[in-house]
């Protein structure tokens, strides 16, 4: 799956104006240079579902944020946070129904919303390239990080088994981001066995979910949950490397 991964993303940078490929490999560049390279890397390809809105500002810099929608094989699609800056935006049209390549990484933050805080994920665009049909691989993810709390492992009423497993990425500047991840059948036996502090790397896609949160006044609300659904997983240390692989 990792080597479809790639050639998307050598095709999506072949498509580019020198500019705009110079500039991505500056930034990816400029990534390796502090050791997480690779550590986070994400390409998705889909419909602009709700136009730019304005997020906030960084270092005089403004960021929006927009949701994308991406198809899944089964036909289903996942709706897709996305956070770009103003200054890809000048470079594209945004408009509802417009077909967008976006490559960059998966970030997490907590924020307070009703008194408790919250870990909220976004897909931050590296850049955005305007789409003219829909990529092969439309949805790809390489995560490479620490496992940062105890997997929790469960079987469904059916008897399919599932893992659940949080992964601390490291990124610039001393931040990292906490990934939720779901493993299914031997990927979920395989995570159940991870230790907290293991270092591993995973591929998949992300994906959004809906649930039913119960609230404390007896009500219930609907919510989307962002995670990474897991394809292929391995161990990363010195001397030796296991995978599993659906």
Known sequence: MHDSFHKET?????????????????????????GTQGNNTVFLAGTVVSVPQYSHNVCGEGFYTLRLEVPRLSGY?????????????????????????????????????GG????????????????GEQAHTPNEITLEGFICKPPTYRTTPFGREIA???????????????IPCICWGRNARYAASLQVGEKIRVYGRVQSREYEKALADGESETRTAYEVSVCQIERVCPATKEKTET
């Open 116 to 131: 408790s805080n919250r870990l909220l994920l976004t897909v931050f665009a590296k850049d955005l390239q305007q789409a």
């Open 164 to 178: 659940d497993i949080m992964l601390a990425v490291n990124r610039s500047y001393g931040k990292s981001d906490y």
């Open 77 to 113: 699609c996942d709706v897709l946070p996305i956070t770009v800056s103003e200054r890809l935006l000048e470079c594209i049209c945004a408009d509802k129904g417009r077909m967008l390549n976006v490559c960059g990484q998966l970030r997490s933050y907590n924020r307070c919303i």
């Open 10 to 34: 050598a095709k999506y940078i072949g498509i580019m104006g020198k500019e705009e490929g110079d500039h991505y490999r500056a930034m990816e560049g400029s990534s390796m240079d502090n």
